[in-house]
């Protein structure tokens, strides 16, 4: 069930991303920008990250306050803000490797 819900995810986020990258240039800047942006203004930091393809890293910030985002990060280094939103409860998670 693990397996096929990391996979459900990650093809949700291939399919969001896509849509980003036509419609999200003013939400996309270096990673670098972005990262300290989140941390300044919203106290987030990267709570967990995986590969959506071998350019394209999928990244999730949250804070203690419960807000969130999801940005996705090119071998570039530009990033762009797929989704945000709040009450974020991150029940411990074990990702399955490849092969374990």
């Known amino acids: 069930?693990?397996?096929f819900l990391m996979a459900a995810i990650i093809l949700a986020a291939a399919?969001?991303?896509s849509i980003a990258q036509a419609n999200a240039a003013a939400q996309?800047?270096?990673r670098s920008d972005v990262?300290?942006?989140l941390g300044d203004k919203f106290h987030e930091s990267v709570a967990g990250r995986g590969l959506i393809n071998p350019n394209v890293v999928l990244e999730i910030f949250v804070s203690d306050q419960g807000s969130w985002t999801v940005l996705a990060s090119d071998t570039k280094g530009q990033?762009?803000?797929l989704s945000v939103g709040e009450g974020w409860?991150?029940?411990t998670i074990a990702a399955a490797m490849p092969g374990a």
């Open 1 to 3: 069930m693990t397996r």
């Open 15 to 17: 399919a969001i991303y």
């Open 28 to 30: 996309c800047a270096p």
């Open 35 to 37: 990262v300290k942006a």
């Open 79 to 81: 990033s762009c803000i």
């Open 89 to 91: 409860d991150s029940p």
